[in-house]
């Protein structure tokens, strides 16, 4: 079940000690900034120790400061408009080096999906992908430019790859109106979620699908219909997302699908390279 954090402070409020109501005050007001302190940086500002801020975390059933300020920072990303979200990673990047900041921002979070990602999951999903009668791709909003980069990369090696293309709701649905047993739907969701995705994956799991979710943490609200979830590592980069990692896990399962179609890949690559030289498709007068 999806912990309310924020709501579970505010009824806990009455039992806490003088220094924690300090604490709590201070989040359930500037939780946007909160979220991005230190436990000494969150202690000075309330004017308590950092000992104190690490113990409120503990108290609230967290392992750690670290912990409870990821927890944090998903109710930021979740929460915040495209404005505010602008405004706190303003405030993260500061007037320094823009480019090396994002830069390494982007290493730190394909570095943490590595270690993070599950394994088991990914050859999973990579098997789906192989044994499906169907292939059905959703991603909306910033996410629709990852699933334009799957959809190209599936369609070179498979016939039926479907990417789902709507503005509304009624066309979504008459795009998957035929998704059912034996076919698998991959959907791409990050904060802010999509209603229509996450709608959308909940029918394609009604209608016997297969569902093979990519999005940041279980607590996606499409993670819970999904057979497979891939979990990458994003955060906001201004009012959109930073996602690289998701990227690279794409382009993980594309090379790892490839490789278990390689025999039908080669031939339907041979006929490809025939057509476009034919046709003149590409620049061949490189020097």
Known sequence: MKRNLLAEIERRMPDFSKSQ????????????????????????????????????????????????QHALQEIVRTKLTS????EVTNNLIGDGDVLTKVLLSDIDKIKRTVEEIDRKAFDEAVDSIVNAKHIYILGLGSASVLAR?????????????????????????????????????????????????????????????????????????????????????????????????????????VVAVSRKKQDELTVRLHQLEKIWEEYNVYDTNQS
Not at 40 to 54: C, F, N, Q, R
Not at 83 to 86: K, L
């Open 21 to 68: 109501k300090i604490i709590s005050n201070y989040i359930l007001q500037d939780y946007d900034k909160a979220a991005y302190m230190t436990a000494s940086k969150l202690g000075a500002e309330v004017h308590v120790s950092e000992s104190t801020v690490v113990r409120y975390a503990i108290e609230l059933g967290f392992e750690g400061y670290p912990e409870f």
């Open 83 to 86: 404005f505010q979200r602008m």
């Open 149 to 253: 980069a799957l959809n190209h990369s599936l369609r070179m090696i498979f016939d039926d790859v479907k990417l789902i293309m709507a503005s509304s709701a009624n066309e979504i649905y008459e795009q998957t109106i035929s998704i059912g047993k034996g076919d698998v739907m991959i959907a791409i969701s990050f904060p802010r979620y999509s209603k229509k995705v996450v709608n959308t994956v909940a029918f394609a799991k009604h209608s016997g699908a297969g569902v093979i979710a990519l999005t940041d943490s279980a607590a996606s609200p499409i993670a819970s219909h999904a057979d497979q979830a891939l979990y990458a590592r994003s955060d906001m980069a201004s009012f959109s997302d930073s996602l690289v990692a998701p990227l690279s896990v794409i382009n993980a399962l």
